[in-house]
Structures are given as structure tokens and as C-alpha cells.
DNA sequence: AGTGAAAAAGCCATGTC
DNA sequence: GACATGGCTTTTTCACT
């Protein structure tokens, strides 16, 4: 936990809904300085809450309708370090989860179409001693904000 | 699909890395004047490619320092769409994405303990006719870019 | 921490090629 | 799509409280 008061949370959810608004429409919100505003953003990031600005894409309209949950399970001896660091090389892979209990990993990837999506499942078994695979294929998805 | 070409391709990976960079970056990068570049950013948002600007939250520093994916699986009668709907009603719920086959939704939620995750999971029980849970608590996660 | 003001940088519309 | 110009907005810094 870091000492991130009222304000810095008011000002991280204004930035969750636009990461491009700017300092004075901020500022003109939460009722400070557009200086101070800065401040308070810049601090947030060097304490490392706010980890960096990005860009929210469709993948559907690029070609990449397809997503899909993949749960790994491992022979005992795979050490999780291993794990995320084979699968995280595969640039279909958007995230690994490392979890406790049964499944070992959760795998979010996103493919063209259900071809390549065997493709990936088969170079994610290929890359560790995995002992079976689960796939949830995605048929919608709703994401906050 | 849509009629994104290869420069279009790079600015979007260039803004995911950073969303905050300028278009005199961008264009000095990719080879095409300041103007080309705003012109296909903005035709980029225009037609859906890009859904919105925003923040990356490291959400353990703001005290929610568990994640965790719910299973849910219905009675036969549940409509998708009240499922999604009573789920994203709260606020700990992240996403909610449905599945072919079984479970028929994985629910990723974000909560302060492990206390806090029982109430999630009770609240999502009773939103709707759920048959049955499974939880998979997340010990570490790896996300691109 | 916050304020206010000034300099620097970036944005954006317009016109021309 | 490139390039140039000018007006406007935003960012960034600095001295002061």
C-alpha cells in the first residue's frame, strides 16, 4: 500500500477514463493548480502506481478475432519463473497468470482464427513439460472503463 | 478487418508503448510528416481501431493486492447478457468474459484480501442462477507491454 | 504541498505544391 | 502525402508562500 490520498485517486480514475485529458481540465476538476496537478501525477508515477500511458485497441477490426483462456497444467518439477518466460515469447500470448492450485497458469491469448489458435496451444504445450491443456474460447468480453 | 496498413500498424505499437508520445516523435520514427501522422491517428479513432487513451494502475500499490479469475456456470435458462450485466455491477469485477462450453464465464476480479475475494464470489453467486463456482487465486501475472 | 506566471514545446487548421 | 506559417493550448519550470 503507498499514501495515495483522495485527490491521487480521483486524478487515476480521470486518467483510466482518458489518459490524454490534460492538467488543466484536471486541475479545474479536483479543484487545484495546474502545477500542483503535475506534481501529483509525476509523483505517481515515480512511486510506480501509475506504471505508464497506453492506448486501448480493437483487435477485432486489426484481424485478431479470436481470444481465448488457456489453463496449463505441469509436470512437478516446472518452476514458474519458466513458465511465464516460454509462453510470454509467443506474440499471440497478452498475459500469463501464474495461479494457485489446479490449474498451475492462465493464458490469455489472441489469435486470427480457431487454425491458429491450435497453432498456439500446440507451441505452448511444445515449450514446457506440460501435463495438459484447458482452452476456454471467448465468445464475448466486457471490460471496465 | 479493417484497411489498417503496416505504418498504421507501427504507430499503434509505438502508442501502446507509450500513449503519451508526441506526433513529431511519431513521425520522425516512422518517416511521414507531423500531419500524416495526426491524420491517421485520428482515422484510427474514427473508425474503431483505437478505443481510447489511458493509464496503466499498479493496483497492489493502491491496496488491492489480490487478483483472481472466477469460473461461473449457470442453470440452463441464464441469458448471456444477465450474466454479464449483474456481474459488472461490481465494482471489484475487472472483466467479464463469456465462454463456449464450460465454465460459461471467467470473471477476473480485483480485491483488497482474501476476505474481501469470499464476499466477491458470494455476491456473484447470488446475482444470478449460478450453479457453481471455482476460483483460481492469481499469484503473479505477466502482462505484455 | 500549493500558487501564479512566463518560457518552451506541442497541437492543429490552412494554404500550396 | 509533404512542407510552411501562424495562432492557440498545454507542458514545464521557477520563484514564492
Do not use: C
Request: no cysteine; charged share 25%.
Amino acid at each position: 500500500m503507498t499514501d495515495a490520498d483522495e485527490i491521487d485517486r480521483r486524478l487515476i480514475t480521470l486518467l483510466r477514463e482518458d489518459g490524454r485529458r490534460t492538467y488543466s481540465d484536471m486541475a479545474g476538476i479536483v479543484g487545484l493548480s495546474v502545477a500542483a496537478v503535475k506534481r501529483r501525477v509525476n509523483r505517481l508515477q515515480e512511486i510506480g502506481v501509475i506504471t505508464g500511458f497506453t492506448v486501448q485497441v480493437d483487435h477485432t477490426k486489426l484481424g485478431w478475432g479470436v481470444e481465448a483462456f488457456t489453463e496449463l497444467r505441469y509436470a512437478g518439477t516446472t518452476r514458474v519463473a519458466d513458465i511465464v518466460a516460454s509462453a510470454s515469447l509467443l506474440p499471440e500470448v497478452h498475459a500469463v497468470y501464474t495461479i494457485a492450485g489446479d490449474p498451475d497458469a492462465l493464458v490469455q491469448v489472441r489469435v486470427r482464427d480457431v487454425a491458429h489458435l491450435q497453432q498456439v496451444i500446440d507451441q505452448l504445450r511444445a515449450a514446457g513439460s506440460i501435463a495438459g491443456t484447458k482452452t476456454l474460447l471467448v465468445l464475448g468480453a466486457w471490460t471496465r472503463s
